[in-house]
Nanobody, 115 residues
Framework: QVQLMESGGGLVQPGGSLRLSCAAS????????MGWYRQAPGKQRDLVAAITSSGGTRYGDFVKGRFIISSDNARNTVHLQMNTLKPDDTAVYYCNVRTARQTYWGQGTQVTVSS
């Protein structure tokens, strides 16, 4: 069973930065789409950013140039660099990998933006 292990969440002040990382336990990135979603209490889970194995990227409208997604296919890792964080970015962030056969989710990592 493939596992996705996230790290890098925590508490940060408004305007600060965090870098989330996700490592897959198996080589599943080739031909897949890797992404980050987030879910705040009482809200739906939204796409934050996604990247294909060939490097194409997509971002949620609310990102507005503040976040950068990247992946290292050889190491089966995907990262999300988050800059200029706002209180509205507070949520649980989930790593997601969508292969041709199956979709995998991480357990989630809490990001809290507060002074």
């Amino acid at each position: 069973q493939v596992q996705l292990m996230e790290s890098g969440g925590g508490l940060v002040q408004p305007g600060g930065s965090l870098r989330l990382s996700c490592a897959a336990s198996s080589s599943i990135f080739d031909g897949s789409i890797m992404g980050w979603y987030r879910q705040a209490p009482g809200k739906q889970r939204d796409l934050v950013a996604a990247i294909t194995s060939s490097g194409g990227t997509r971002y949620g409208d609310f990102v507005k140039g503040r976040f950068i997604i990247s992946s290292d296919n050889a190491r089966n890792t995907v990262h999300l660099q988050m800059n200029t964080l706002k209180p509205d970015d507070t949520a649980v962030y989930y790593c997601n990998v969508r292969t041709a056969r199956q979709t995998y989710w991480g357990q989630g990592t809490q990001v809290t933006v507060s002074s």
